[in-house]
């Protein structure tokens, strides 16, 4: 199954898949819902998700299918190099991770991996990959080293909120606040409230 919302994408990669007759494409969707219909409906065994759809992106699928467990491998097939979008398709559990400029040859490569029950990601990705894997677990280590209290005062400021208001909040004082920040900012190797701000977002402590 082809899962895209340009028509042209679907038909080109269609014939390229088809073209030996290895591969069969036995249904198509234009958005999020109805690839989610047509995977209940159709039953493919493979499916090429691209994640800038209507209704519902790739990734909001992907989430979906794991939440029904509905058996099918999800290859996502995208125009995205960012890490952030590999990184959160590998941890709902996606198969394989494609850029759309990819050679004909390797698309059905990874096809014929993901069916055979390995995952497959992009030569090319790996490495940025295996960094923010990296990245992540040393983002992991800092979280951890916060008390329950700076974790609490680190939300509060990556939220906008002032050391006044956060002292309102939390019922504490204006100075016991400050102590905290500065303490966070060293623990967590920031400088300032905006660098906390992006390390609490990048680490899903707060959501936009």
């Known amino acids: 199954m082809i899962a895209d919302d340009h028509v042209l994408m679907r038909e080109g990669i269609k014939q390229l898949l088809e073209f030996d007759g290895s591969i069969e494409v036995v249904c198509e969707a234009s958005d999020g819902q109805e690839c989610i219909d047509n995977l209940i409906k159709y039953k493919p065994q493979a499916l090429l998700l691209d994640i800038n759809m209507p209704k519902m992106n790739g990734i909001e699928v992907l989430t979906e299918i794991k939440k029904k ?48 029950g390995e995952s497959y990601i992009q030569p090319k990705l790996i490495p940025a990959l295996n960094s923010r894997l990296v990245s992540r677990d040393v983002d992991k280590e800092k979280i951890e080293s916060l008390t329950k209290r700076e974790l609490e005062v680190l939300i509060k400021v990556a939220s906008g909120l002032f050391n ?16 905290h920040i500065s303490n966070i900012f060293k623990k967590i190797d920031v400088v300032d409230r905006t660098q906390a701000a992006v390390f609490a977002i990048k680490n899903d402590l707060i959501q936009l």
Do not use: F, Q
């Not at 991770?97 to 490569?109: F, G, I, T």
């Not at 006044?164 to 102590?179: D, G, M």
């Open 164 to 179: 006044k208001e956060i002292a309102t909040t939390l019922n504490i004082s204006e100075r016991t606040v400050k102590n």
């Open 69 to 116: 467990k509905i058996d099918v491998k999800v290859l996502i097939l995208t125009v995205h190099n960012e890490v952030e979008y590999l990184m959160k398709a590998v941890e709902i559990g996606v198969d394989g991770y494609l850029m759309k400029d990819s050679e004909s040859s390797e698309l059905k490569k990874a096809i014929n991996v993901v069916l055979s």
